[in-house]
């Protein structure tokens, strides 16, 4: 079985400070991975994805992540916060040979004050 | 490139009433998937099609919920009766296997508040 553990319900940064989302994995086997995220009203957009490549991984609006298996871990993070990065954010985890579906955790919720 | 286009946006019924969701994946885009997001909770897949057959579609509560995919393009996924647990936003998602990566694309979502 696999599944995902989001460390925090909520973050709060300031415009312009970095971001960390925590995200810890459990897999019997290799795993896909990926950020999604939500803003209000609108529809899952991925960020970025691991699949067996580089283990620090580039996404869309600045975003990253690095894939740590000696810690299970797959933590988002950003340089510098944007007012628009406010949304949800869930970290999702998936097999890697023929068709595994998408385990999503719980989310977390990133609030960014001026 | 167009995305997944889902209708309607918002849905308030009574329960016990019937209600039906669309949805419209990106062209070309063979395998479609059905979730139900929860409050504060991430979605959970409720059927998975491959072109017109659904090949996965256990986590469906089959009592009451049904779903098609007529042709392997659209597809509907209807509740019947309604009940005030079924109140959660429904997602569709569509997906083409890239160098084996199950990548998804969501709609926006149908919201659904049962009363």
């Known amino acids: 079985a696999q599944s995902v553990t989001q460390l925090d319900s909520h973050v709060s940064v300031s415009e312009g400070t970095p971001v960390l989302l925590r995200c810890n994995y459990s897999s019997s086997y290799s795993p896909s991975l990926f950020w999604y995220v939500q803003h209000p009203n609108k529809g899952l957009q991925l960020l970025l994805k691991y699949t067996s490549a580089a283990t620090l991984v580039k996404g869309i609006n600045g975003f990253e992540a690095e894939f740590k298996k000696s810690e299970t871990s797959f933590h988002l993070t950003k340089p510098s916060a944007h007012m628009s990065d406010a949304a949800e954010y869930f970290c999702?985890?998936?097999?890697?040979?023929?068709?595994?579906?998408?385990?999503f955790g719980t989310g977390t919720r990133l609030l960014v004050s001026p | 490139e167009a995305g997944v286009v889902q209708s309607p946006r918002y849905k308030i019924i009574e329960k016990k009433q019937p209600v039906a969701f669309w949805c419209n994946p990106i062209s070309g885009h063979n395998t479609l998937y059905w979730y139900r997001q929860n409050l504060g909770q991430g979605p959970e897949l409720l059927i998975r099609?491959?072109?017109?057959?659904?090949?996965?579609d256990s986590q469906l509560p089959k009592d009451r919920f049904s779903a098609e995919r007529l042709k392997g393009v659209d597809s509907t996924l209807k509740i019947q009766p309604a009940e005030l647990g079924d109140s959660a936003v429904y997602l569709c998602?569509?997906?083409?296997?890239?160098?084996?990566?199950?990548?998804?694309?969501f709609g926006p979502g149908t919201r659904l508040t049962v009363t």
């Open positions: 999702v985890v998936s097999g890697r040979t023929g068709f595994q579906k998408l385990v």
């Open positions: 998602a569509s997906s083409t296997q890239l160098a084996g990566v199950n990548e998804q694309y």
């Open positions: 099609y491959e072109n017109e057959e659904a090949v996965d």
